[in-house]
């Protein structure tokens, strides 16, 4: 089992539409939960970040956590061609002093049509 | 203003030869990392050195060797150049105290 599974897509959305982005864990212990955006030839740009349950929101941008199902998603509200890219889904298990090990998953390269 | 640069951005080199990738950081963290981007666009951490000491250290190949001269700086060199090396690899950047990431523009590694 992958330890950071997504869909890879693509995900066509409608110009104006909820593009919906989902993300499932493998290690319980993970602790903190990360959306990058990737345009195509690009580096990964950090977009959101989650580390308690619930949702969480910026902009047109809402992350949302759940622990028991280990369940992370982004949901991007009035999508635009420009959020057509590959979203990564990034878990870190972190240990106090030690460095951010980021596990990324697979990616969702998302479609946004006119 | 650059935050987190690379050189070079592109590589084109031959199988068997050695080669190197500069990463330098002008944002005052303590903290840089390297990952490696395949064709399938799996983005997975290599290396982290923190303050100039190595603290993550994935199952890379001996032929990886990552050193850091000072804490704005990560080196990647590369012995033996194979052809299943060819990928994307990025360097990041953070403070050890924090989890954001932040990456440079990537250094595209193509060997024949």
């Known amino acids: 089992q992958k330890e950071v599974e997504q869909n890879s897509g693509p995900l066509s959305v409608p110009e104006g539409a909820i593009a919906s982005l989902n993300c499932t864990y493998s290690?319980?212990?993970?602790?903190?939960f990360f959306w990058y955006r990737q345009y195509s030839g690009k580096s990964p740009e950090l977009i959101m970040s989650?580390?308690?349950?619930g949702d969480k929101e910026d902009g047109r941008f809402t992350a949302q956590l759940n622990k028991a199902s280990q369940y992370v998603s982004l949901l991007i509200r009035d999508s635009q061609p420009s959020d057509s890219a590959t979203y990564l889904c990034?878990?870190?298990?972190?240990?106090?002093?030690?460095?951010?090990?980021?596990?990324f998953g697979t990616g969702t390269r998302l479609q946004v049509t006119l | 203003d650059t935050a987190v640069s690379q050189t070079p951005k592109y590589l084109v080199t031959q199988m068997g030869n050695d080669k190197s990738i500069k990463c330098e950081q002008n944002?005052?963290?303590?903290?840089m990392y390297w990952y490696k981007q395949d064709s399938k666009k799996f983005l997975k951490i290599m290396f982290s050195?923190?303050?100039?000491?190595?603290?993550i250290n994935e199952t890379v190949p001996n032929r990886f060797s990552p050193k850091s001269p000072d804490k704005a700086h990560l080196n990647l060199h590369i012995n033996s150049l194979e052809l299943g090396d060819s990928a994307v690899y990025f360097c990041?950047?953070?403070?050890?105290?924090?989890?954001?990431?932040?990456f440079g523009p990537g250094t595209r590694l193509l060997v024949l």
């Open positions: 990041a950047s953070s403070h050890l105290a924090e989890e954001t990431q932040y």
């Open positions: 290690d319980r212990g993970s602790q903190s």
């Open positions: 989650i580390y308690s349950n």
């Open positions: 990034a878990v870190n298990v972190r240990n106090s002093g030690t460095a951010s090990k980021l596990t």
């Open positions: 944002l005052g963290h303590d903290t």
């Open positions: 050195y923190n303050n100039k000491e190595l603290i």
